[in-house]
């Protein structure tokens, strides 16, 4: 494994730079998984499976999380900037571009089936990742409750959600310290 | 009056960043309400395009924020939207990240992963309530996004990319088949 500090803040940055420039139709943890810990060896599975697990707890999205942790853990703060940076700066300018671009073909009549396509397809992937997030979560009735609870309060009641969220998460939290560690994934 | 959006956006998107439970999906139906019906940011069809067009380009699915953040207030916008939304979460990550691994093993450790991770589940699934119920998504939306959920599920090495092509020819198809507005 690389020594703390070992690793070149630019190495650190271009690395995530093209995880970030070519990760089409998401799966960036793939990604990252392979070049940080398969091909440059630059942490343990051990490690990377850890700070995975924290990526998802914490709010934020589970990559740039990740690629935090991953910078963090090499190189210290600045370390960290460089990883989160790198990850967003190529698909910052091409989100924006593919806009521009879908902007210029929207009046022809197919492409706006096709966005409602891409859209829908996108919505599946996305069915998909919840359907076994609730096959996890939802096994105990108290993690059941908090879906179907959590889901109504934002999702239908359309209540503000980060105070939804302060009120449902210490409950949620509560009620699963009663389950033994057993239960745990 | 553009600086009052740029507040806006920020005032909008960084409790959402601190509130994003599980991954950004769990924010997309207040991302939705807020821009859609409390801001007018965007229309619920735009909406529905800005999703598309950011789960077709590379990057993070949660940029559908520089988009909206972009229609707002033009490239200032897209830039301050994308710092609300990853900057917060970000400083938060790196606070625990320095801590982390001093409390593994603790009861209560395992029992913030247990009870969190319902709560990003319930907000998953009011995302996709959301996009589907603006973008009056009629039976072929269901079926291509249950289609798209099965295959993924049966055959994990299928790219992701490809599903999205393949959602988009199928609207197409039926579209100048059938004729049928779907």
């Not at chain 2, 993070?60 to 953040?69: A, D, E, N, W």
């Not at chain 2, 798209?148 to 490809?162: D, E, I, N, Q, R």
Request: glycine letters at 12%; proline letters at 4%.
């Amino acid at each position: 494994m690389a020594e703390q500090g070992a690793v070149r803040l630019l190495d650190i940055f271009l690395v995530f730079l093209r995880i970030g420039a070519f990760s089409f139709g998401g799966g960036l943890t793939g990604w990252v998984y392979r070049d940080v810990v398969q091909q440059r060896q630059w942490m343990s599975e051990q490690d990377f499976l850890s700070g995975m697990a924290v990526s998802q707890i914490l709010p934020g999205a589970n990559v740039t999380n990740l690629s935090i942790y991953i910078g963090q853990k090499l190189r210290g703060t600045i370390g960290a900037f460089a990883a989160l940076v790198g990850l967003l700066l190529v698909p910052f300018f091409m989100v924006i571009g593919f806009f521009l671009i879908y902007q210029d073909i929207s009046h022809i009549g197919w492409v706006a089936m096709a966005t409602d396509g891409v859209a829908a397809a996108a919505v599946g992937l996305l069915m998909l990742t919840t359907w076994r997030a609730g096959a996890q979560s939802g096994r105990n009735l108290a993690g059941a409750i908090t879906v179907i609870a959590t889901f109504v309060t934002v999702g239908l009641l359309q209540l503000p959600l980060l105070p939804s969220v302060l009120c449902i998460a210490p409950l949620s939290i509560a009620a699963s310290r009663k389950h033994g560690p057993k239960d745990a994934k | 009056m553009r600086s009052d959006v740029l507040v806006k956006l920020i005032v909008v998107f960084v409790p959402f960043s601190l509130a994003a439970i599980g991954g950004t999906p769990s924010i997309f139906a207040s991302i939705h309400h807020e821009a859609v019906e409390v801001q007018g940011w965007v229309t619920a069809r735009e909406f529905v395009e800005l999703f598309a067009v950011s789960r077709g380009a590379p990057g993070p699915g949660s940029m559908l924020v520089t988009l909206i953040g972009w229609k707002a207030a033009g490239f200032i916008g897209a830039l301050v939207a994308t710092f609300a939304l990853y900057l917060p979460s970000s400083l938060l990550m790196l606070v625990i990240a320095k801590i982390w691994g001093r409390f593994s093993g603790r009861p209560w450790h395992s029992a913030v992963q247990r009870g969190l991770a319902p709560v990003g589940t319930g907000l998953m699934a009011a995302g996709i309530f959301a996009i589907f119920k603006t973008a009056g998504a009629g039976p072929l939306s269901w079926i291509v996004a249950i289609g798209s959920a099965v295959l993924l599920g049966l055959l994990p090495k299928v790219h992701p990319l490809l599903l999205l092509v393949a959602g988009a020819m199928i609207f197409i198809a039926c579209d100048t088949l059938i004729g049928a507005r779907v």
